[in-house]
Each structure stands twice: as C-alpha cells, then as structure tokens.
C-alpha cells in the first residue's frame, strides 16, 4: 500500500455536499464517499460536534485523516477511511444543519464563514489492494470514537450483505429499533441490533447442528444480494415475544432476554398466555426472588436458577448451626460451620421462604444430593 500526504481545504470538502439515504453521503464536488459500506453511521453527539468546530475556529490542527484512492475508473474516486465523524461534523455545520455558539454558519461573520472554508486539513491518501485496505482500516487509530467488535466486522466483510443488513439494523430509527426497543438493549448506530441478530441467528443455526458463529455466519453470507433471511428470523423472534408476553405488564422484566433461544424451543407450542400470565404476575410480587428478569425464562424452562432465589444470611445460618450442634439431620456427621450450607427445609416452589424457621444446615455432600433429587 502507498500513502501520500495531501491538503485539502473545508471548502472544497463542502463542494458538492449531499447526504441522503437515495444517493449516499459525498462530498469534494462529489468526488469523495463519505460513507463507504463499511463505515459506521453518524456517532458524534452535540458535544463532539462542537469541539470539531471549536478546534478549526481557533486554528487548533485536527488528526490527520485517512483516504483511500479507487480505482481510476471509479464513479467516486475516494472514500474516507477515517475521518468520517469529523467530515460530516464539518460540511454538515457549514450545510446549516447545526448552530455553534447559537450562529448557524450562515449567521456569522464574512471573516469567520472564510476561516472556516480555508482551513486545511491534513489528508493521507492511501493506494492498494482491498484486503490492504481493511486490514489498515481495523489497526488504524480512529480518532474520537475506537470502533467496537461488531463495527470492525461490517468493515472486514463489507459487501451488499452488510449495507442491507445496516439498513434494517443500523440507523437512528431502522425497522429492528422501532420493532425491539423494549427488547433489545443497546442502539442502532453502535450496532448492538446488528449484533444481536447475527448472534442469535449464528446460534440458531449451531442448534441445529451447523455450528455457527458471527463471524462465520457474516463470512458465509457476505456477497448476498440482501440479508432478508436475518431480517426475517429477528422479526419472528421478536414477534414471538410480543405475541406471547404481555408488553403493557411485563415490559421491564422482558429487555435484553435472550428470545431467540426460547423461540426456536417454543414456538411450535401452543402456550397458554393467559395462565403465563397470572403466574408471572405472581412472581413479580415474590420478595424471594432476588432477579425478576429471569422471571420469564423460569416460566418457560422450569429451570430456578434464572432466578437467583434468596439465600440465608449468615446470621440466621450460624443460629440454626449452633442449635443443630453442628450436626447434618441427614448424614448426622459432625462439621465445622464453613462445611455446610443452609437448605430450605420447605423448597421454595412449595411455598417455603427465607425464615430461620425454614432453615436446616446440612454438609454440603448431603445438600448437593437432595439438590439434584
């Protein structure tokens, strides 16, 4: 790969600037793709935004910023590699779409619009092969925001897999936040959508039996014409929770579960909403349980420990050890008090609680057993 040193203005950045979803973000009397695939959505906030402004206005220097020369043929001769937050913070300032100092560009001075136009900023122009390109993209210092896991895949597996799949999963207000929100944690523009999807499809397909992963699965798909297949299974996923939990009643116990993997084991079943329901809102009023957002996945399983049920504290234990005579009712062997452990005498799925009175010490061999039974 070649790297040459270069100097271009914010003025003849901003020539030609156009943002928009139909023909894409460029600039440099559209000869510059502000956003090519594997570039991640507009990130900064106000704060960051302004800084970028602050530091041209005080002639303060910016990071150097990458580019990448296309071929000679190309439509758009360059992309930005790195620079991107600090590209569109500038052109979309001077195109009026923010105030600083409550002046949009438009509004100030003659003297301060041309200090702005005129600064230079610092440009390295990098030449080479494709996979040159990605892997200088990942080790690259990106100034301001290091991009996450999932932001460094859509840059090494970039291709129509990826730009349609950000399409459903990457933008402010995309059809996966509008349908997840209340399911899924995280934001769009930082691809927490993305990667939840391809996580859950990836293992979707290892149960059943293809044994699958992110990467893999991006690997596999990434010269697809579209990602309609993970946009599709995302929605039945969620679609499945909607449908089956009541979003009005439950919705704080139902975010960030992991609902693709009760989907693939429930969804053929028919559930019982209504009795789901009635013993979920039971639940939700048990002081016993010490983690309501396994609430959910206990009705479906049966399985207690999503729910981190309380245990006896260590003043009710060494009561009960001192009363027993540091005796197991089971094995009735003798045992110093860090070799025991307290039992719920009731379990608490009949009905027993965390009181002294429903609590026996016993060696932690007989508790282990009656555990499993």
């Known amino acids: 790969m070649t790297i040459k040193q270069t100097e271009v203005t914010v003025g003849e950045i901003i020539q030609g600037y156009i943002n928009n979803e139909e023909l894409g973000v460029r600039g440099y009397s559209g000869k510059l793709d502000i956003r090519p695939p594997y570039q991640r959505e507009f990130i900064y906030n106000e704060t960051e935004q302004q800084a970028v402004i602050t530091t041209v206005l005080r002639g303060y220097p910016l990071n150097v910023m990458y580019w990448v020369r296309r071929s000679d043929d190309a439509e758009c001769p360059y992309e930005v590699m790195d620079g991107q937050q600090r590209t569109l913070s500038l052109c979309e300032y001077v195109a009026g779409k923010f105030a600083y100092d409550y002046?949009?560009?438009?509004?100030?001075?003659?003297?301060i619009q041309q200090r702005i136009l005129n600064y230079p900023l610092t440009i390295y122009v990098c030449e080479g092969e494709p996979s040159e390109k990605l892997e200088w993209f990942k080790t690259i210092n990106?100034?301001?925001?290091?991009?996450?896991?999932?932001?460094?895949?859509?840059?090494?597996?970039?291709?129509?897999?990826?730009?349609?799949?950000?399409?459903?999963?990457?933008?402010?207000?995309?059809?996966?936040?509008?349908?997840?929100?209340?399911?899924?944690?995280?934001?769009?523009?930082?691809?927490?959508?993305?990667?939840k999807a391809l996580e859950w499809i990836a293992e979707h397909e290892t149960r059943e039996g293809k044994r699958q992963t992110v990467v893999g699965y991006m690997a596999q798909h990434q010269h697809e014409p579209n990602a309609n297949n993970l946009w599709s299974y995302f929605q039945n996923v969620l679609n499945w929770a909607i449908t089956n939990f009541d979003m009005k009643k439950f919705k704080k116990i139902m975010k960030g579960l992991d609902w693709a993997l009760f989907y693939d084991q429930y969804h053929t079943h028919t559930l019982d909403t209504v009795a789901l329901g009635q013993q979920i809102s039971a639940l939700m009023r048990d002081s016993e349980i010490q983690r309501p957002a396994g609430i959910i996945p206990y009705v479906l399983t049966g399985d207690e420990h999503y729910l981190d049920l309380r245990t006896f504290p260590e003043d009710i234990k060494l009561a009960v050890w001192e009363q027993q005579k540091h005796i197991c009712p089971i094995c009735h062997k003798e045992f110093d008090y860090e070799f025991m452990e307290g039992d719920h005498i009731t379990p608490w799925r009949e009905g027993g609680r965390t009181v002294i009175e429903n609590c026996q010490m016993l060696c932690k061999e007989c508790n282990r057993r009656k555990g499993s039974k």
Do not use: M, W
Not at 103 to 111: T, V, Y
């Open 103 to 111: 002046k949009n560009f438009f509004n100030q001075p003659a003297d």
């Open 142 to 195: 990106i100034a301001g925001k290091p991009l996450n896991e999932q932001e460094i895949n859509n840059a090494v597996y970039a291709g129509p897999f990826v730009t349609d799949a950000k399409r459903h999963f990457s933008k402010s207000n995309c059809g996966a936040y509008r349908l997840g929100k209340d399911l899924v944690n995280g934001t769009p523009i930082r691809q927490d959508f993305l990667k």
